[in-house]
């Protein structure tokens, strides 16, 4: 059996039905590839109780996790909830033309936690990424986005600081924007305004960016909020 586990967002949000799974694995990898967790593999070793290793992108895009659940009950702990990145939905495609058994088991992520900016979920249009290789695919969707009236959740990849982020989204960002940092942990940060405002801000990973629409005047006092 192959378990696809979302970790949720902090080293304790791990869901009961997660932990049960967890005690029949014989394996346990943790996906390390897609964010900066705002906590130690320690940290989380100690809350589940059984020691985890690494699967870098490599790994998980190749079939060994299937090839290994062929013998026996593994687990791929993933941050947030399990399926939002495509090698994850290609995983569980692999495991099918191969007959093997898998489970999902669901978690929060930050597409979840961003609804406490009250920005209303809704109207989101497309998510996009700043890469960490220099590439501005990710303004044509803010674009896009804009032309529609939707907010623009634009998420970070892994190793990418902040000032070299909003230099990024200087380029395409001129007014308010909202950023938010360790989303569902107890060092969360979530904050609101210009660019200048924004720039001299501590914020560590994972962290991201929402670029406002028209505003609902519930949305725009509940940012009010998080101004300086």
């Known amino acids: 059996m192959l378990y696809l586990i979302g970790l949720g967002l902090n080293e304790k949000a791990i869901s009961l039905e997660g932990t049960e799974a967890i005690k029949r694995c014989k394996r346990i990898y943790l996906e390390n590839y897609t ?8 940290e989380l070793e100690k809350v589940i109780g059984k020691q985890m290793i690494n699967a870098d992108r490599e790994f998980a895009e190749s079939d060994a996790l299937v090839q ?3 013998k026996e009950d593994i687990a791929l702990l993933v941050y947030g909830s399990p399926l939002t990145a495509t090698t994850h939905i290609t995983l569980i495609q692999e495991a099918k033309k191969q007959k093997v058994k898998y489970e999902i088991i669901y978690n929060a ?5 961003v609804a406490e900016t009250g920005l209303q979920l809704y109207k989101f249009g497309k998510i996009t990424s700043i890469p960490n290789f220099e590439a501005d695919s990710f303004s044509e969707v803010i674009k896009e986005n804009k032309k529609i009236n939707t907010h623009s959740l634009i998420l970070v990849d892994i190793g990418l600081k902040f000032e070299d982020a909003i230099k990024r989204i200087e380029k395409i960002a001129k007014e308010k924007i909202v950023v938010c940092s360790k989303l569902g942990t107890k060092e969360k940060k979530i904050f609101y305004g210009s660019l200048d405002e ?9 962290f991201c960016f929402i670029i406002p629409s028209k505003l609902h005047f519930m949305e725009s006092e509940v940012l009010e909020n998080f101004k300086n």
């Open 35 to 42: 964010v900066n967790f705002p906590y130690s593999v320690k």
């Open 68 to 70: 290994e659940a062929k």
């Open 109 to 113: 992520s930050v597409f979840d936690a």
């Open 198 to 206: 924004l720039k001299n801000k501590e914020i560590e990973a994972p």
